[in-house]
């Protein structure tokens, strides 16, 4: 809300090419982030079960694993963009 408030003190108007390009950045790193935290908690409770069982991680958990690197690089790099 403080960027709402700020844009509208400086005057800037709201489709502002930078502005735009900012909206879609967080709604890309929206989009990506909503996945990432169901995926973290899957991987949370397979690593409990494995670890309380001594058993080995489920198949399924590399491929959640490199799902939650290929959403949270470009979540990652747009965060770094918008504050650059």
Same mark, same amino acid.
């Given at each position: 809300m403080s960027g709402v408030w700020l844009i509208h003190l400086a005057g800037y108007s709201w489709d502002s090419a930078w502005l735009v390009a900012s909206?879609?950045?967080y709604l890309l790193i929206g989009?990506?982030?909503f996945p990432v935290i169901w995926i973290q908690i899957k991987l949370k #409770? #397979?690593?409990?079960?494995a670890n309380a069982t001594q058993?080995?991680?489920?198949?399924?958990y590399r491929k959640l694993f490199h799902w939650w690197i290929a959403l949270g690089i470009?979540?990652?790099i747009s965060i770094l963009i918008i504050f650059s």
């Open positions: 909206y879609v950045l989009l990506c982030w #409770q #397979q690593l409990i079960l058993s080995p991680l489920p198949s399924d470009p979540a990652f």
